[in-house]
T-cell receptor
Framework: DAGVTQSPTHLIKTRGQHVTLRCSPI?????VSWYQQVLGQGPQFIFQ???????GRGNFPDRFSARQFPNYSSELNVNALLLGDSALYLC???????????FGPGTRLLVL | GENVEQHPSTLSVQEGDSAVIKCTYS??????FPWYKQELGKRPQLIID?????GEKKDQRIAVTLNKTAKHFSLHITETQPEDSAVYFC???????????FGSGTQLTVLP
C-alpha cells in the first residue's frame, strides 16, 4: 500500500528562480496539505486543498501558490525564490482533510 | 490563529526510564491533537493522537493525556528504548481547513 509520495527528493535553486514541487496522496485520499519545515523547527502550514479547491492558506506570501488535479495529486509553486525559502517541504494527505494527516518524505529545497 | 508551545526542547533519559513531553495550546476550538515522531532526515510519523472528547489514550508504551480546561496535553513514553530517540512534535488542529499547528519539537535522546 503506497504512502504519500513527493518529487523531487532534493533540489538546488538560485535566488529569483521558480520551483515546482509535486505530491501524490495515498490512494483514496482527496485532501492534500503542504507544510514548510525549516531546520530545527516544526512544520508550518502553507495550503490545504480538498476536491481541487483551496480550503485553507497559512501566513505565506503570494509567491507561494498551489493547485490540485483531478487525480488529487498536487503541485506547490514558489516564485522569486529567496534564501529563506530553503527548507524541507512536506506534503500530507487525508481522506477529507478533517482527519489524521499522513506525511510524505518531503522535498529538500536549497536556495543559493 | 492557534499557538502551540512545547516543552522541553531537549530531553535525555536512561534506557528503561519514562519520558514526558508537554504542550499547551491557545485556541479552545481545537479538538484534535496528534503527536508525530521525526527521525533525522525522515518524514514526521504519527505515533498517537487524541480527540477533545477523550481524556487519555494508550498504545502499548505510549500514552497521551488531554486537559481541555487547562488547554494542555502531554505525551508519555514508558520503558524507553534507544530507538525512541528522535524529535517529537505535538500539534493541534484549528480553522475550517483543520490545519495542523505544530509545537517547536522535543529532541529525545535515550541513553543505553
Amino acid at each position: 500500500d503506497a504512502g504519500v509520495t513527493q518529487s523531487p527528493t532534493h533540489l538546488i535553486k538560485t535566488r529569483g528562480q521558480h520551483v515546482t514541487l509535486r505530491c501524490s496522496p495515498i490512494s483514496g485520499h482527496k485532501s492534500v496539505s503542504w507544510y514548510q519545515q525549516v531546520l530545527g523547527q516544526g512544520p508550518q502550514f502553507i495550503f490545504q486543498y480538498y476536491e481541487k479547491e483551496e480550503r485553507g492558506r497559512g501566513n505565506f506570501p503570494d509567491r507561494f501558490s498551489a493547485r490540485q488535479f483531478p487525480n488529487y495529486s498536487s503541485e506547490l509553486n514558489v516564485n522569486a525564490l529567496l534564501l529563506g525559502d530553503s527548507a524541507l517541504y512536506l506534503c500530507a494527505s487525508s481522506p477529507t482533510g478533517q482527519e489524521t494527516q499522513y506525511f510524505g518524505p518531503g522535498t529538500r529545497l536549497l536556495v543559493l | 490563529g492557534e499557538n502551540v508551545e512545547q516543552h522541553p526542547s531537549t530531553l535525555s533519559v536512561q534506557e528503561g526510564d519514562s519520558a514526558v513531553i508537554k504542550c499547551t495550546y491557545s485556541d479552545s476550538a481545537s479538538n484534535y491533537f496528534p503527536w508525530y515522531k521525526q527521525e533525522l532526515g525522515k518524514r514526521p510519523q504519527l505515533i498517537i493522537d487524541i480527540r477533545s472528547n477523550v481524556g487519555e489514550k494508550k498504545d502499548q508504551r505510549i500514552a497521551v493525556t488531554l486537559n481541555k480546561t487547562a488547554k494542555h496535553f502531554s505525551l508519555h513514553i514508558t520503558e524507553t528504548q534507544p530507538e525512541d530517540s528522535a524529535v517529537y512534535f505535538c500539534a493541534a488542529t484549528w480553522g475550517s481547513a483543520r490545519q495542523l499547528t505544530f509545537g517547536s519539537g522535543t529532541q529525545l535522546t535515550v541513553l543505553p
